[in-house]
């Protein structure tokens, strides 16, 4: 069993809890409007040559020891690039909501998904929400990302919650088809790109509660590993 700290914000205050954790998974194709969803696979497999899911939502189950608070990150390759997403911990029978990156190698992914998420770090801020106090606005809460490119800071991704199925959908989904998620760190899928993906040295993922005035931020550079000559 692996362990990481988080410090949850709750509305009476915040305070340090370890989680405990032995699986890792992420969801992909999750998103509420399904017609949508087929569109953007679809345009997957144009542009990029990913190959079409045999059923969706899909569910990519990875290595634990990939999870990461780190914010100086080493990927191999040009073109990995990060996605933000909501990220369901299950501790204790409680439902914890933070923050995370989907960070995934776009040039491998057009072969295969699985190893393309497999070879990258996912990195997740150090900040939980507890689900019980989100669930009568959840709809709301606004989700996006940034990237710095050339030194220039673009708007990368910007939707909410609502774009993405809720999380008695994608649990029940989940216990259906993979069992035991006790213990379990889960990606949720991600809202859509503004314009298409983009590599930079720099990623800011944000989830924004509007209701109860906070917000959870996500910063780590993407730094490309180099071949010695």
């Given at each position: ?18 989680i405990e954790y032995d699986r890792l998974i992420a969801i992909g194709y999750a998103g509420r409007n ?101 669930k009568d606005h959840w709809d709301s809460i606004a989700l996006g990302s940034d990237q710095v490119i ?66 959870i931020r996500l910063e780590y550079d993407v730094n490309r590993a180099a071949e010695d000559e």
């Amino acid at each position: 069993m692996l362990r990481m700290t988080f410090e949850l914000v709750t509305r009476e205050g915040s305070r340090p809890v370890e989680i405990e954790y032995d699986r890792l998974i992420a969801i992909g194709y999750a998103g509420r409007n399904t017609e949508k969803t087929m569109e953007h696979i679809r345009e997957l497999e144009r542009d990029l040559g990913v190959p079409a899911p045999k059923r969706i939502p899909t569910i990519f189950n990875m290595a634990p020891q990939l999870l990461t608070q780190d914010n100086g990150l080493l990927f191999a390759g040009d073109k990995t690039s990060g996605e933000a997403e909501y990220v369901m911990i299950m501790q204790g029978g409680r439902l914890y909501i933070g923050l995370g990156s989907d960070h995934t190698d776009r040039k491998l992914e057009s072969s295969d998904v699985l190893k393309a998420k497999q070879v990258c770090l996912k990195p997740v801020a150090g900040i939980l929400w507890d689900y019980e106090e989100l669930k009568d606005h959840w709809d709301s809460i606004a989700l996006g990302s940034d990237q710095v490119i050339s030194g220039e800071v673009r708007a990368y991704q910007n939707g909410s919650l609502a774009d993405i199925m809720t999380p008695e959908l994608l649990l029940d989904e989940l216990k259906e088809r993979t069992g035991d998620i006790s213990h379990a760190v889960i990606f949720s899928g991600t809202v859509p790109l503004l314009s298409g993906f983009a590599y930079g040295d720099h990623f800011s993922g944000f989830m924004r509660d509007g209701a109860l005035g906070r917000e959870i931020r996500l910063e780590y550079d993407v730094n490309r590993a180099a071949e010695d000559e």
